[in-house]
C-alpha cells in the first residue's frame, strides 16, 4: 500500500489531480502495482479524504496529546516520538497530528515503522494541499546514514 502511496504522491501534486477510482486503478495496475494493494490503497485515501473533513479546527495550538494504551501499541515509541519532534517544530499542528495518527491507525501495521509513517505525514499535507517546508522534507525523505554533514 504505501508504494501506491509514495507513487501518488510523486505523480500528483495534489489529490483533485486523481482520476477518479476506476481510472486511477487502471492506471496503477498499468504501472505494475498488484490489484489488492492498490484496493488497499484507495480504501485508505478515502478514510484520508473523510479524515480531513472532520479534523481540521477540531483542535486548539497547545492542546496536549495523551496516547491510549492501543495507540501507543500500533504508532510504536519511534512513530510517537517523531510525531512530537513536528509538532515541536510548528510543522504538524494539532488538527494535522489527530489526521496521521487515524491514518496510521487505519494502515493496520503494529507497530508502524517509521518509514511509512513519513508517508503518512507526506500524505496528510499532500491531501490538505500543503507542502511541508524543505528541511522537513529532508527529514521526511533522506535516511540519516545518508545525510551529508556541511
Known amino acids: 500500500m504505501f508504494d501506491v502511496l509514495v507513487y501518488l504522491y510523486e505523480n500528483y501534486w495534489r489529490p483533485d489531480a486523481c482520476p477518479d477510482h476506476r481510472q486511477l486503478k487502471r492506471k496503477l495496475s498499468a504501472v505494475g502495482f498488484e490489484s489488492e494493494e492498490i484496493q488497499q490503497a484507495l ?14 479546527g477540531k483542535q486548539r495550538k497547545g492542546s496536549v496529546r495523551v496516547y491510549s494504551e492501543l495507540e501507543r501499541q500500533r504508532l510504536g515509541l519511534d512513530s510517537i516520538s517523531f510525531i512530537s519532534f513536528l509538532e515541536s517544530a510548528g510543522v504538524l499542528p494539532p488538527a494535522m497530528r489527530e489526521m496521521v495518527i487515524d491514518r496510521a491507525s487505519a494502515a493496520g501495521e503494529s507497530p508502524l515503522s517509521l518509514d511509512d509513517l513519513k508517508v503518512i505525514v507526506l500524505m496528510v499535507f499532500w491531501s490538505l494541499g500543503e507542502e511541508p517546508d524543505a528541511l522537513i522534507l529532508d527529514e521526511l525523505f533522506v535516511a540519516p546514514e545518508d545525510r551529508v554533514i556541511h
Open 43 to 56: 480504501r485508505w485515501l478515502d478514510g484520508l479524504a473523510h479524515s480531513a473533513e472532520g479534523a481540521v
